[in-house]
């Protein structure tokens, strides 16, 4: 079998004949959250079941592909859908194409997720910036790597977020007339949602949003000493004292409905990182 190591060269081998080399910035696109795409020229886009080792995305409203263009003049590469741990994948398969566009070169990593809002100060549609988070997952992409080649053994999350990006999103939801709130991102397993009690204690440790990735790969990005940022949508109201039922169509409906926001403040931020 081969190693993680070989792997990731192959992988990026392999999109490097299509120039994805040429990328400055990767993007990975969360659930619902697929229309920045309408800002990218797109040059090339590979379903991810084409791509050497990849693994294939399970999840119906992520689409699956990887995309190279460009936003403006800059090069980028877009993830058009995740992995999550819940789908069964490891730890390593859900980080596997952060340490490849690193690999291919991009300076730059901007996540989306749709989460569930816990801040009272959150609703629905509204966008926050990941300013910190708390991992609850069950296990950490780093565990068993060993090879310097992964980068640090022991990554500082003391500033897991880098200022810089939060900065210019900031910027660009202003100079866009759009709220950005601020907030702690906490990471759950899933895929089922929490319950009423479950809210209360995440609240309680210090979370403003809960969803079922991004960290992973944060994690992965801090090992890489890849500058990163991230935002949430929320596309449902976490209050324990008023907890309403809700449904993964119900979350894919809000996320889409903020995502031309969250895609038009990406697109300016990228613009402006060249
Ligand atoms: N919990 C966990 N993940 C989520 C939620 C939630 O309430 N909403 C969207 N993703």
Do not use: W
Not at 102 to 131: C, T
Not at 180 to 192: E, F, I, Q, T, W
Not at 200 to 214: E, P, Y
Request: charged residues 20%; aromatic residues 6%; glycine residues 8%.
């Amino acid at each position: 079998m081969q190693t993680l190591l070989q792997q990731i060269n192959d992988t990026a081998a392999y999109l490097q004949k299509f120039n994805y080399h040429q990328a400055k910035a990767g993007i990975v696109l969360g659930t619902g959250l697929g229309e920045l795409v309408q800002h990218i020229q797109v040059e090339k886009s590979i379903p991810y079941h084409e791509i050497p080792h990849f693994p294939e995305s399970t999840v119906e409203s992520h689409k699956g592909q990887l995309i190279f263009g460009r936003i403006g003049a800059v090069p980028v590469i877009a993830m058009q859908g995740r992995f999550h741990y819940y789908e069964g994948y490891t730890m390593q398969q859900i980080t596997f194409p952060i340490r490849v566009m690193k690999a291919l070169g991009i300076q730059h990593l901007l996540l989306s997720n749709a989460a569930g809002g816990m801040n009272p100060a959150f609703k629905k549609g509204d966008l926050v910036l990941l300013d910190d988070h708390i991992n609850l997952q069950p296990e950490s992409p780093l565990r068993g790597l060993n090879s310097p080649a992964f980068g640090t053994r022991f990554p500082d999350m003391s500033s897991p977020y880098d200022k810089n990006l939060g900065q210019l999103l900031l910027q660009a939801a202003a100079d866009k007339g759009c709220t950005l709130h601020k907030g702690v991102y906490v990471s759950v397993m899933g895929p089922n949602l929490e319950t009423r009690a479950e809210y209360r204690f995440l609240r309680m440790i210090g979370a403003d949003m809960v969803g079922m990735s991004t960290v992973p790969e944060v994690i992965v990005a801090n090992q890489l000493q890849l500058p990163c940022a991230a935002v949430s949508v929320i596309t449902d109201e976490c209050d324990p004292d008023n907890l309403h039922p809700v449904s993964i169509e119900e979350i894919i409906a809000v996320a889409g409905k903020a995502d031309e926001k969250l895609s038009s403040i990406f697109a300016e931020v990228v613009k402006r990182i060249s």
